[in-house]
């Protein structure tokens, strides 16, 4: 028996929402990205030991692939059980999409891996203190921890600016080890990112 359809209601052949934008929009090609070269080396720690600083190298690396998509250089990883469930790194200016942060990518793809949206039992290592949105997704996700590297003084909401998991009434407290887990490679990854990028008049950063 075939579907009774409701005239009014159904649109099979609806315009496709790029069809909204100007013309223009739609074809128009960016420029292929052109990041100064990246004088920093990956790195390739021992997979027998499963440290604080074996995962924060395999973020610092993912940092270094954001820098070679001219992406600010900040990488994610999360582990559960000594082993990886998620890699990312910063996709805002390739997505046009300013949610597209390496922990908000990293958790997604966890939770998609795990098949549980809670992160209960896992660590994420971020090259940088995570901003604002990062942080609340970190309590929305119940992450048992969090590390950075490189704390942020200005936007950090772990602990640099201010603190989220330590609102008076928030349901979910995540552990924090602040900075200190190869901080110094992080944080110069970073500054030579936006030096060189300042200097060749290439971002407003
Ligand atoms: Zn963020």
Redesign the pocket.
């Known amino acids: 028996m075939r579907a009774r359809v409701v005239k009014g209601t159904c649109k099979p052949h609806a315009a496709p929402p790029s069809q909204g934008f100007p013309p223009s929009y739609s074809r128009m090609v960016l420029p292929a990205p052109t990041p100064p070269p990246c004088p920093f080396e990956k790195r390739f720690p021992s997979q027998l030991v499963r440290d604080d600083a074996f995962f924060m190298s395999l973020a610092f690396n993912q940092a270094i692939d954001a820098w070679r998509r001219d992406e600010v250089p900040i990488g994610c990883v999360i582990e559960r059980d000594g082993e990886i469930v998620a890699m990312a790194h910063n996709t805002v200016e390739a997505a046009h999409d300013p949610t597209a ?1 390496a ?2 990518l990293a958790i997604t793809q966890a939770a998609a891996a795990i098949g549980d949206w809670r992160l209960e039992n896992c660590t994420l290592y971020v090259t940088k203190e ?2 604002p ?2 942080s609340g997704a970190t309590l929305m996700s119940r992450l048992k921890r969090v590390c950075y590297a490189v704390p942020d003084p200005k936007m950090g909401c772990l602990g640099g600016a201010t603190n989220l998991s330590e609102l008076a009434r928030v349901n979910h407290r995540v552990e924090i080890t602040a900075g200190g887990v190869l901080e110094p490679e992080c944080r110069e990854l970073l500054q030579a990112f936006f030096r060189l990028k300042r200097a060749a008049g290439g971002t407003d950063a």
């Open positions: 942060h922990e908000m995570p901003c949105m990062c």
